[in-house]
């Protein structure tokens, strides 16, 4: 098989994970990224894009979308966000409902997002498993996946107790809402007993989806994401991870500045967002862009969501921009696009910074992507073209399947 190779020069590089570099080259050989730096030499044969007097950037990570399961403007045919028959659905997973035709991914790399972590709503206690895929680029979904099993999505707070509320069924309050998730993780507890003393006798077993689920958030395999915007919702999350140990990941963070200390001191991320909505609900009335800079300076380390639809997935690098404006450090800003989320749900191994090894997942901007009159311009998922804006047409172009994968 011949050996691809493509090579980014002359831009201003930020690699994100280390210091920009003015008129560097980032080399990407068969999909990874293989040296970036200003001397590094182009080989003979290579595809060379000329970035010069432009940014060039890793893709960025959304951390919490519902693109392809919540596809807009189809209503309730295109939305299978939440299998509300039954308060526990942690065998459900979200990379069986994805429709990877819907417009948002095209949203997406027009805004420069290559990976999207995909989650089940929050209508559930427990939601079911996300999927984290690229932008762009697979026949199907399955060639997209970055990573099958990412975490498990729950959900405490106002829309799990109203949603069986109306059915007239537990929970539909808080507490129910607790008790659903404590009384799931002890039969996991449970059934993973049971499992490992069958193995050990040779004697078969009979498996259990959803107990499986969760019985690999306990053994640390997947993270659970825990929907929560008030600040007491947030401890009962703090207070059912302290209980079993699982590795906890905070959704939304709205009032997370109340207890930013507690979350620090624990060392819990929260993937903070949607900055761009109203307050909506009860939960969201100390709703607030200024309360993203709060967590940061306590020393949380977060990331930054649309929610989208919630929030249309190309604006995500436009809420950094404002966050920065309400006083997020620029260069945090950066790292809640890029680093922070691969590191938060176990795909830094492979995306979220321009470095050897990971994914040639590369954004050439116009100027700083932090400046609102900046634009992903040439957009590459594994050193591919997948999207490149005309400047003089104001066209955007983005590469689609019928145009890569011909008979």
Do not use: C
Request: aromatic share 4%; glycine share 10%.
């Amino acid at each position: 098989m011949t050996s691809t190779v493509v090579a980014i020069t002359g831009g201003h590089v930020v690699p994100v994970s280390s210091d920009p570099i003015d008129g560097g080259t980032v080399l990407i050989r068969d999909g990874r990224i293989e040296a970036v730096g200003a001397d590094v030499a182009v080989p003979e044969g290579a595809t060379v894009v000329d970035a010069t007097g432009r940014w060039v950037l890793p893709g960025f990570v959304e951390a919490h979308g519902h693109v392809g399961i919540h596809e807009e403007g189809e209503g309730v045919a295109g939305n299978d966000t939440n299998e509300m028959t039954g308060p526990n659905m942690a065998a459900v997973r979200a990379i069986d409902a994805i429709n990877i035709d819907d417009e948002g991914f095209r949203d997406a790399l027009s805004g420069g997002v290559t990976s999207v972590v995909v989650k089940p709503g929050s209508g559930n206690p427990i939601g079911g498993q996300s999927v984290a895929i690229k932008s762009w680029g697979g026949r199907t979904i399955d060639e997209q996946v970055i990573k099958a099993a990412v975490s498990v999505k729950s959900a405490l707070g106002e829309n799990p107790k109203r949603v069986y509320a109306e059915k007239k069924q537990t929970p539909s309050t808080r507490l129910g809402t607790a008790l659903i998730i404590r009384q799931a993780f002890t039969d996991a507890q449970h059934y993973r007993a049971a499992r490992a003393a069958a193995e050990a006798k040779g004697e078969p077993f009979k498996a259990d989806l959803g107990l499986e689920t969760l019985a690999r958030v306990l053994d640390g395999e997947l993270a659970w994401d825990q929907h929560a915007h008030r600040h007491d919702d947030l401890v009962t999350a703090i207070r059912l991870a302290d209980e079993f140990g699982y590795r906890l990941v905070l959704n939304h963070g709205t009032e997370g500045h109340k207890i930013a200390d507690v979350i620090a001191e624990r060392d819990i991320p929260v993937i903070f967002g949607p900055m761009f909505t109203s307050r909506s609900k009860v939960e969201l009335r100390d709703r607030a862009i200024a309360n993203l800079a709060a967590l940061a300076k306590a020393g949380v380390r977060v990331a930054i969501t649309t929610d989208h639809p919630v929030v249309p997935i190309n604006f995500l690098v436009h809420q950094a921009t404002l966050a920065v404006k309400d006083g997020l450090p620029r260069e945090t800003a950066l790292e809640a696009l890029t680093v922070n989320p691969a590191a938060f749900l176990g795909l830094d191994d492979r995306v979220g910074a321009l470095e050897p090894g990971r994914d040639g997942d590369v954004v050439i901007w116009s100027g700083d992507p932090l400046d609102v009159h900046a634009r992903a311009e040439h957009v590459l998922i594994e050193g591919r073209t997948v999207y490149t804006w005309d400047d003089a047409t104001q066209t955007a172009h983005v590469v689609e399947r019928s145009e890569r994968f011909t008979a």
